[in-house]
């Protein structure tokens, strides 16, 4: 295992650059989960410490040491991309051993650690199968196993669940949750899927435009995001925003929409009366049965998921998200009532998005 670190990481293609000082350090065992929309530089960033990239400036370190001349084998790494590229002639057993065999590995070494990588991966009753013969959770499963068997410093992945349908994501994330708690080897992994980032992640990077605009953990990016791209981005279903203007300071603070709706925020918020602000609330937050400032509007669209039902309303000419108890009754163009705590109410500048 090993710490990994970047320095003023940088990346051009040609005169157009795409990574733009990226500075970030992984502890020895830590899980990163490094997020973003697609073409925000996240995956260019995992080619650069893998070496399948080269970096235009600054240093990747692995464990303490300058790797930007090493080619990926002498960084001691091992990557899991989306798609499984397994060797369809080959057993599940050569396809996890190979590397090693190439590393002029003896056969019981070999055996050994693919029978290990094996059992931890509840793939030894598949050893003797070929590729065809498997599902794609199996083969994303043999994948990872061919990963595990190097012991490498660093584990890199690369939205290795993104071919996956919806219930094998589930049940695969749970195993590369429980994979990483058994062998505790530092871990990055690349996702547009933050669902996955949340659930898998140590700490969350979240990368816009080849920069990184904030880190932390799941639960610091849910509660304390610095901006609202980072509000928009971490939390599901995605925070609801409205434009307002900041009214009564003195006392009792609160940002008055655009219809003269006025909801409460709490009074740590830095503002100033008359101020132009973008409120975010959250789905979860805007509660039927609660406390805090009320908030009406008639019901567009009712989406039941079973425990919860989504409930689309307006709000000062806006469509809010609200997520209510499933057993809660809505129709369709009736109003719908909930209420907000003024302490779960986001308040952002106007002009620059950041948190108030």
Known sequence: MASVELQNIRKHYGALPV???????????????????????????????????????????????VVNSMTPRERNIAMVFQSYALYPHMTVAENMGFNLKLSGESKDNIAKRVNEAARMLDLTNLLDRKPAQLSGGQ??????????????????????????????????RSEI?????????????VTHDQIEAMTLADRIVVLNHGKIEQQGTPIELYRQPANLFVAGFIGSPAMNVLEGVVDGVDGSPAV????????????????KS???????????????????SPLTGQTLLVEPTGAQTHVLFELAGEQVT????????????APLNVAVNAEQVYVFDGASGLAL
């Open 19 to 65: 990574i733009h000082g990226v500075s970030l350090a992984i502890e020895d065992g830590e899980f990163i989960a490094l997020v973003g929309p697609s073409g925000c530089g996240k995956s260019t960033l995992l080619r650069m410490i893998a070496g399948l990239e080269e970096i235009t400036e600054g240093d990747v370190m692995i464990g303490g040491q």
């Open 322 to 333: 609200a997520v209510v108890d499933g057993d809660l009754p809505v129709r369709y163009g």
């Open 274 to 292: 008359g101020q132009s602000v973008k409120v975010g609330l959250r789905p979860e937050h805007l509660n039927p049965a609660g406390t805090g």
């Open 177 to 189: 949750k429980a994979l990483h708690q058994k062998v505790q080897t530092t871990s990055i992994y």
């Open 139 to 172: 083969r994303q499963r043999v994948a990872m196993g061919r990963a595990v068997v190097r012991n490498p410093a660093v584990f890199l992945f690369d939205e290795p669940l993104s071919n996956l349908d919806a219930k094998l994501r589930v049940q695969m």
């Open 256 to 271: 008055r929409l655009k219809d003269g709706t006025p909801i409460r925020i709490g009074v740590d918020r830095k503002v």
